[in-house]
């Protein structure tokens, strides 16, 4: 399991959902684009490229956590809405839950 997704367990665990698989799919960041990689590699100094590509490592992990912690919680607003208006709730716009239009409550 990679850090951001141990992370992202963790505030799971700590806020006190249940763990269970999430109900959207979820498509993982695209890898970078290696020929570019290549081309940065030979055009920039070492300790440069070192630099860069460090950040660049971090930056894309803490992206994956966040789209990780927004997914969990999506899937905890979901479960909410559920329990508050029913399985009926799911077929609600995003707009129609926000405010509690249409769901008798």
Known sequence: MKKYEENALKSTLFFGSCI???????????????????????????????KLNGSLSIDQDQLKFAEYKVRVLEEKLRLIRIEKYGPGSEKLSDAHGAFGIGAGG
């Open 20 to 50: 269970s698989p999430l109900s959207a799919s979820f498509t993982p960041l695209r890898a970078l684009d290696p020929t570019l990689v290549g081309q940065l590699k030979e055009t920039l100094p070492v300790a440069l490229f070192e």
